[in-house]
């Protein structure tokens, strides 16, 4: 009842740039927290960054300076603005959204965490 879709990702040389969109859709009130996390095959699943709904972020130091996060919560959206990208950067990237509020189909309202289905990134040397 709740979904998020991420957009953005693709191919890019060392050095480069992309952006990084999620949207959430639903009979959505509210999301507390908005984030980034990042995968590599057989590896854990790691957080890149968050951001609250009043603006407060925090970054994994590997992507401090260089990535920016951001959200428009009039459009439910989050982005992540990725700079200076090097190819550890490379990765599954999935959006996150915590503590959503929203009715659901029987219009009671309800809280729940949920994910997008990633966009993958890829970054050559």
């Known amino acids: 009842q709740v979904q998020l879709v991420e957009s953005g990702g693709g191919l890019v040389q060392a050095g480069g740039s992309l952006r990084l969109s999620c949207a959430a859709s639903?009979?959505?009130?509210?999301?507390?927290?908005m984030g980034w996390n990042r995968q590599v095959p057989g590896k854990q699943r790691e957080l890149v960054a968050t951001?609250?709904?009043?603006?407060?972020?925090n970054y994994a130091d590997s992507v401090k300076g260089r990535f920016t996060i951001s959200r428009d919560n009039a459009k439910n959206t989050v982005y992540l603005q990725m700079n200076s990208l090097k190819p550890e950067d490379t990765a599954v990237y999935y959006c996150?959204?915590?503590?959503?509020?929203?009715?659901?189909?029987?219009?009671?309202?309800?809280?729940?965490?949920?994910w997008g289905q990633g966009t993958q990134v890829t970054v050559s040397s």
């Open positions: 996150n959204g915590e503590n959503v509020l929203y009715y659901s189909r029987d219009g009671y309202s309800r809280r729940g965490d949920y």
């Open positions: 639903g009979r959505i009130v509210s999301i507390n927290v």
């Open positions: 951001i609250t709904s009043g603006g407060s972020t």
